[in-house]
């Protein structure tokens, strides 16, 4: 068995894609790497394949027609033979220090034939045009590298949120969550991150600067502009997200998950009512009250729960004044924590 397999979705990536692949062979033949070329129309699909001549034990390649971002995770994941799972975007890397200390530990578990459920590590938001970066670590969540439990954890600070980028699942996790990410849809991520954690049992933090986040591209999913225009995806993936896991459930066997989660609903619920916002039209502003209106009607609970006290419910406040501090809450909010 493959210690870990990493999996590479790619969609017009030529220009990324080597130094991506070049931070990941290093790990050896104890790594499976599945880069799943997308339906690419530009040179993606002839440097995965030199990659995987050069590297045959280490890289493989899976020719698709194109299906998004989470039909990529979907692929890797259905090939995975690692204990562990990774996905790592195209135009990111792994910091080689990290990474082998990584593979170093779960080197061990699989001798052992026993590790953690859940792999966190810090992670880095790279703004390489600019020269800036800013790192995102859970020393404060997290004992780092010992076994905990969620009713061990800490609390969570606003810019701490337990994205794509932090996560090392074990395969098997995956597998009994069912997590399956839709098709032609972005921000999907939110979902890889959200539905398996109620499957978690054990985790395990290494203090590492591991991932490296690659932003400042202009038809980057996380751009404003770009969100924008994609809101109604956005809307869907937040409605998913809410659907998706029944939090009184979770509350009743690990309550500081459940309020974990209940966070992350409340920042994604945030994120699409202040995009509506940011829009200003009539149709956006219909589209906000169907938003709140939907949470209402398909989970009452979770609904008055972020209505009234988290941060979403600030993206519900009335009028002219309302709107203004919610937008300018938001601008700040970027700034401080340096995300697009």
Not at 89 to 103: K, P
Not at 111 to 127: A, K, M, Q, S
Not at 286 to 307: C, T
């Amino acid at each position: 068995m493959k210690h870990l397999t990493i999996t590479v979705p790619c969609f017009n990536s030529e220009d990324y894609l080597e130094r991506c692949l070049d931070s990941l062979v290093i790990g050896g033949e104890q790594v499976e790497i599945i880069v799943v070329n997308d339906g690419s129309t530009d040179r993606t699909g002839e440097i995965a394949e030199r990659y995987a001549r050069q590297y045959p034990d280490i890289v493989t390649v899976v020719h698709k027609e194109n299906g998004g971002h989470g039909s990529g995770v979907n692929t890797g994941l259905a090939l995975a033979a690692g204990m562990y799972f990774k996905v790592v975007d195209s135009d990111d890397w792994l910091e080689e220090g990290a990474y082998r200390t990584l593979l170093k530990t779960i080197a061990k578990w699989c001798d052992d034939g026993f590790g953690p459920d859940l792999v966190v590590c810090d992670y880095t938001y790279n703004h390489l045009n600019e020269g800036t970066g800013k790192t995102i670590h859970f020393k404060n969540v997290f004992p780092e590298e010992k076994l905990c439990t969620w009713d061990k954890i800490g609390t969570f600070r606003p810019a701490q949120y337990l994205v794509m980028h932090a996560l090392i699942y074990r395969t098997e996790i995956l597998h009994k969550s069912r997590v399956v990410l839709p098709e032609h849809t972005f921000y999907v991520d939110n979902l890889f991150a959200y539905c398996p954690l109620p499957y978690v049992q054990t985790i395990y933090y290494m203090h590492n600067n591991l991932y490296q986040y690659y932003l400042g591209r202009d038809d980057q999913s996380v751009n404003e502009k770009v969100l924008m225009s994609r809101i109604e995806q956005q809307i869907q993936v937040t409605k998913m997200v809410a659907e998706s896991v029944d939090l009184q459930e979770v509350r009743r066997r690990h309550p500081k998950l459940a309020g974990y989660m209940c966070r992350n609903v409340s920042i994604m619920m945030a994120i699409s009512s202040i995009h509506l916002l940011l829009k200003g039209d009539e149709q956006a502003r219909k589209r906000h009250v169907e938003l709140w209106s939907d949470l209402k009607k398909s989970n009452p609970g979770l609904y008055y729960r972020l209505r009234y006290t988290k941060l979403s419910g600030f993206t519900n406040l009335p009028g002219k004044l309302g709107k203004l501090a919610t937008v300018g809450g938001y601008r700040l909010a970027r700034k401080i924590y340096q995300f697009q």
